[in-house]
C-alpha cells in the first residue's frame, strides 16, 4: 500500500499516522464515490435539462479527473507513471477509437437498419422494457451487453488470428486510466455491434443509453488505472481494476482471466475469474518487448503474424538449431 510523504524544507518526512487513515480511506472508498459520484452528476443535469450528450460527458470528464487525481496520490505503482509519448498515443487512441469510431457506427448502422425497418413496416421496440425506470434499464444493459462481451473477448484470446488484433490492446508495459482507450479500430467495431449496436437498434432511449455510457467509462477508466484501491466484496460483481491488472500480465497462464467487461460475474459463473491472495501482478504486456507502441504502427501490427511473441519465436528457433 502506498502512503503519500510530505516534504519539508526539501526533505521528505514520513506519513503521519492522520495521512495513513486518510489513504486508507481513500482507497477503500475511492471507486464507489467517483462511479457513484459520476452517475449523480449526469442525473443531476439531465434532471434541469442539459442534453444528455452534455451531461454524460460532463459526468464522465469529471470522473476522469478524480480517477487522475487518484494516480497521482495513490499509486498502485510508481513506475506505471505514463510518459509523454505514452499519454500522447493513448489520447490518440481515445479520440479516434473509442468516440469516432462508435459515433460513426451508431449513425451509419441506425440509419440504415431503421430505414430497413421502416421498409418492411417492422419494430424491434417490443424487445425493450421501454417503461421501466432509467436506472433499471441501464441495469439491465450492463447485465445483457456483458454476456456477450465476455465471449467476444474470449474469443480473442482463443483465436490466433484474432489475438493479433487484441494485441494493440495487450501491448502497453504500465496501466493507467488513459490506455483504456487502446484498441485497434478493426476490433472496436466488432465490440461495438455485440455490445452497443443491439440495444441502439431495439430502440433503448438516449437516457439509458447515456447514463450506460457513464458507468462504462468511468469503470473502464478504473479498470486500467494506476489507482491503489480496494473493492473488498465489489471484486465480485465488478471487473474492476485489482482484477483487470492480472488480464494484462505478460504471462498467459494470468491474462486469459478475468474477461468481463464492466462485471466479473460472468467469470465467476464460467470459472476464469481470477484473483490471487497476498500477491502482484509481474510484468506487463506482450511477450515481445519491443512491440510498437506508436498509433500509426499499431494500425499495422496486426498484419504481421507472430509479431507479438517475435523474439521468444526467434529464441525457441535458435535453440532447435542448436
Given at each position: 500500500m502506498a502512503f503519500a510523504t510530505r516534504r519539508i524544507d526539501g526533505v521528505a518526512t514520513p506519513p503521519t499516522e492522520r495521512s495513513r487513515?486518510?489513504?486508507?480511506?481513500?482507497?477503500?472508498?475511492s471507486y464507489p464515490f467517483v462511479m457513484l459520484g459520476g452517475l449523480a452528476v449526469y442525473a443531476g443535469l439531465d434532471a434541469v435539462g442539459v442534453p444528455v450528450v452534455i451531461a454524460s460527458y460532463a459526468a464522465?470528464?469529471?470522473?476522469?479527473?478524480l480517477i487522475t487525481a487518484h494516480e497521482i496520490v495513490l499509486p498502485y505503482r510508481d513506475e506505471w507513471r505514463p510518459r509523454v509519448n505514452d499519454v500522447r498515443s493513448d489520447l490518440t487512441f481515445m479520440v479516434a477509437v473509442q468516440i469516432l469510431v462508435p459515433l460513426l457506427l451508431s449513425l451509419a448502422a441506425a440509419t440504415a437498419f431503421t430505414g430497413?425497418?421502416?421498409e418492411g413496416d417492422l419494430t424491434l421496440g417490443g424487445l425493450w422494457p421501454h417503461s421501466w425506470p432509467v436506472a433499471a434499464q441501464a441495469a439491465l444493459m450492463v447485465v445483457l451487453a456483458d454476456l456477450p462481451r465476455y465471449w467476444l473477448h474470449r474469443a480473442f484470446h482463443s483465436s490466433t488470428f484474432m489475438w493479433r488484433w487484441h494485441a494493440v490492446h495487450h501491448s502497453p508495459h504500465r496501466l493507467y486510466w488513459l490506455n483504456v482507450g487502446r484498441f485497434h479500430p478493426l476490433e472496436k467495431a466488432v465490440q461495438f455491434s455485440v455490445d452497443a449496436l443491439p440495444f441502439v437498434l431495439v430502440g433503448v432511449g438516449d437516457g439509458v443509453l447515456a447514463a450506460y455510457f457513464v458507468f462504462y467509462a468511468v469503470n473502464g477508466f478504473f479498470q486500467h488505472s494506476n489507482?491503489?484501491?480496494?473493492?473488498?466484496?465489489?471484486?465480485?460483481?465488478?471487473?474492476?481494476?485489482?482484477?483487470?491488472?492480472?488480464?494484462?500480465?505478460?504471462?498467459?497462464?494470468?491474462?486469459?482471466?478475468?474477461?468481463?467487461?464492466?462485471?466479473?460475474?460472468w467469470d465467476?459463473?464460467?470459472?476464469?475469474?481470477?484473483?490471487?491472495?497476498?500477491?502482484h501482478v509481474g510484468?506487463?504486456?506482450?511477450?515481445?518487448?519491443?512491440?510498437?507502441l506508436g498509433f500509426v504502427a499499431q494500425m499495422r501490427t496486426p498484419l504481421v503474424r507472430g509479431l507479438d511473441k517475435a523474439k521468444q519465436v526467434m529464441a525457441t528457433e535458435t535453440a532447435t538449431s542448436q
Open positions: 487513515r486518510a489513504s486508507r480511506l481513500a482507497i477503500r472508498v464522465v470528464v469529471l470522473g476522469a479527473g430497413w425497418l421502416r489507482c491503489d484501491v480496494r473493492l473488498g466484496w465489489l471484486n465480485y460483481v465488478i471487473s474492476g481494476p485489482e482484477l483487470h491488472r492480472w488480464h494484462h500480465s505478460k504471462l498467459a497462464s494470468e491474462s486469459d482471466h478475468n474477461f468481463g467487461n464492466n462485471l466479473i460475474v465467476v459463473l464460467f470459472g476464469t475469474r481470477f484473483l490471487p491472495a497476498d500477491t510484468p506487463l504486456g506482450l511477450l515481445n518487448r519491443n512491440y510498437p
